[in-house]
């Protein structure tokens, strides 16, 4: 079965600056998805950044970009530049490409922005 | 995208009682997803709801305890019946589109008393 690990509970970041989320995750599958999700504390779920496990290039949003290293199973999410408005808690993500496949969450990284 | 509406945003129940939850989208979506989320945990699957058939319940949740409705493409509820403290919980309503992500409603925080 597929796992996704976050190993960082909470992580702090003084404003303006970057900072880096870890996640590992364990399949067996050649091609699949992963996201990274944001949940500030209006509790909606927000997609930050997406990547397909057949894509070589590391997607990029404006500030977030990931790190994807297929062979490590590593998908850390970089924050540049970093906002008041960028706390929240963090939740990488895994799904297979079958349409019947689920979703599968870390356990989320809480994230602070020191003013 | 999709816009999705949850409704209520929070409520607080009495032990015993049910309460559910609607969740609406701006457009037609074959699968909708519920899912729980306990205090400071991550999201863990309810059940999926397809539209003209049952539900589907992941391991460790029944229809008894929460029930869910999919009259047509756009539209969901969930019920948690016979509540308990325990379920106390943010439950979220997702649909995923065409492309491979999830899109979440604003989520539903529940306090059992």
């Known amino acids: 079965a597929q796992t996704v690990t976050q190993s960082q509970p909470e992580m702090s970041v003084q404003e303006a600056e970057t900072v880096t989320l870890s996640c590992t995750y364990d399949?067996?599958?050649?091609?699949?998805?992963l996201f990274w999700y944001k949940q500030p504390p209006s509790r909606q779920m927000i997609l930050v950044i997406r990547?397909?496990?057949?894509?070589?290039q590391n997607a990029t949003e404006n500030r977030f970009s990931v790190n994807f290293q297929k062979a490590a199973k590593s998908f850390s999410l970089k924050i540049s530049d970093s906002q008041l408005g960028d706390a929240a808690m963090y939740f990488c993500?895994?799904?297979?490409?079958?349409?019947?496949?689920?979703?599968?969450f870390g356990k989320g990284t809480r994230l602070h922005i020191l003013p | 995208s999709a816009v999705i509406s949850q409704k209520p945003s929070r409520d607080i129940c009495q032990r015993g009682t049910s309460l559910t939850i609607q969740c609406q989208v701006d457009?037609?979506?074959?699968?909708m997803f519920w899912y729980r989320q306990q205090p400071g945990q991550s999201l863990t699957l309810i059940a999926t709801?397809?539209?003209?058939?049952?539900?589907?319940?992941e391991s460790g949740f029944v229809i008894d305890k929460f029930p869910i409705s999919r009259p047509n493409l756009t539209f969901s509820t969930l019920t948690v019946s016979n509540m308990s403290p325990e379920d106390s919980s943010i439950y979220l309503c997702?649909?995923?589109?065409?492309?491979?992500?999830?899109?979440f409603g604003q989520g539903t925080r529940l306090t059992v008393v």
């Open positions: 997702s649909v995923r589109l065409s492309r491979a992500e999830a899109f």
């Open positions: 399949t067996s599958e050649s091609d699949y998805y």
């Open positions: 457009s037609q979506v074959t699968m």
């Open positions: 990547q397909e496990a057949y894509k070589q």
């Open positions: 709801a397809n539209q003209g058939s049952e539900a589907t319940y």
């Open positions: 993500a895994y799904r297979g490409m079958n349409r019947d496949d689920k979703i599968i």
